[in-house]
Nanobody, 126 residues
Framework: QRQLVESGGGLVQAGGSLRLSCLAS????????MAWFRQAPGKEREFVAT??????????NYADSVKGRFTISRDNAKNTVSLQMHSLIPEDTAVYYC?????????????????WGQGTQVTVSS
C-alpha cells in the first residue's frame, strides 16, 4: 500500500527556516502531482503548495499566504517532495500534510488528492 511519511517539523522562532520532507514508500509517485497542506488548531485544512509532473518538467503553485517564503520541490529519483520554508511567522503554526494526486496537476482542492501522510507539526514562536 502506498504511503507518504513526512519529517522535518519542529519548533522554530519567528523569522527562522525549516525544511519539510515527504518520502513516498511502497511505490513511486513520480507520475503524481504532489502537494503540501496544513491545518491549524480549530481551522480547516488549507492548501499550501503543489508541484505537478509533466514529461518536460514540472510547475508549482502556492497559496498567497506563503508565496515568496516557501518553495516546493521534488526528487523523483529519491521519491521525495520537500517544502523549504523561510521567514516563518506564528501564523504558519500547523500540522503540515503531504498529499499525492494520481494526475499530472492536483491544484489546491483537497478532494483532488488520493493519498495523505500522517502530518508533521510545525510550531513558530513569536
Amino acid at each position: 500500500q502506498r504511503q507518504l511519511v513526512e519529517s522535518g517539523g519542529g519548533l522554530v522562532q519567528a523569522g527562522g527556516s525549516l525544511r519539510l520532507s515527504c518520502l513516498a514508500s511502497e511505490g513511486t509517485f513520480s507520475r503524481y502531482a504532489m502537494a503540501w497542506f496544513r491545518q491549524a488548531p480549530g481551522k480547516e485544512r488549507e492548501f499550501v503548495a503543489t508541484i505537478s509532473w509533466f514529461w518536460n518538467g514540472s510547475s508549482t503553485n502556492y497559496a498567497d499566504s506563503v508565496k515568496g517564503r516557501f518553495t516546493i520541490s521534488r526528487d523523483n529519483a529519491k521519491n521525495t517532495v520537500s517544502l523549504q520554508m523561510h521567514s516563518l511567522i506564528p501564523e504558519d503554526t500547523a500540522v503540515y500534510y503531504c498529499a499525492a494526486a494520481a494526475k499530472a496537476y492536483g491544484g489546491s482542492q483537497r478532494e483532488n488528492y488520493d493519498y495523505w501522510g500522517q502530518g508533521t507539526q510545525v510550531t513558530v514562536s513569536s
